[in-house]
């Protein structure tokens, strides 16, 4: 179909979206994913999609985005306008960086009119999603 397509072996999965919204809602069994005991290989890429985080009201939205998830890795990468996506994620390394955001998709993202005009950057580092550093830098920009 144009919204999905895919292509399933025994060691690698590769799945296609186009203009799709996917919602995500925290699971409250007790199955959780373990990245550091993945051992699948899943390429995905998609245009126009978005991810809806319901519990937080917010919508994390793409105009294109590649991602693989290797063994204990995951690399994706994606874009929405000018703003650039990089995420490197395993069991013990968190690297994040977005860069060229505006103030468009900033207040998109806030659901509310935060700030006025200017271009932001995002980066996070860390062993982890429990231990990490971050950092916003922002220039000529108002904040309402």
């Known amino acids: 179909s144009d919204t999905a397509s895919?292509?399933?072996?025994?060691?690698?999965?590769?799945?296609h979206l186009k203009n799709l919204s996917y919602i995500y809602r925290e699971d409250?069994?007790?199955?959780?994913?373990?990245?550091s005991t993945n051992t699948q290989n899943i390429s995905f890429g998609g245009a126009n999609v978005?991810?809806?985080l319901p519990d937080s009201n917010k919508t994390l939205a793409f105009d294109r985005v590649e991602a693989d998830l290797k063994g204990n890795a995951l690399d994706l990468k994606g874009s929405r306008g000018n703003a650039k996506f990089d995420l490197y994620y395993s069991s013990n390394d968190l690297n994040l960086n977005i860069s060229n955001i505006d103030d468009n998709y900033l207040n998109e993202f806030l659901q509310k009119q935060a700030v006025q005009d200017g271009v932001f950057n995002l980066s996070i580092k860390g062993s982890g999603l429990e231990y990490f550093d971050g950092q916003i830098d922002f220039k000529n920009t108002y904040v309402k």
Not at 6 to 15: C, L, R, T, V, Y
Not at 28 to 35: A, E, L, M, P
């Open 28 to 35: 409250s069994s007790n199955s959780t994913f373990d990245i």
């Open 50 to 52: 978005a991810l809806i």
């Open 6 to 15: 895919a292509k399933i072996s025994s060691d690698n999965k590769e799945i």
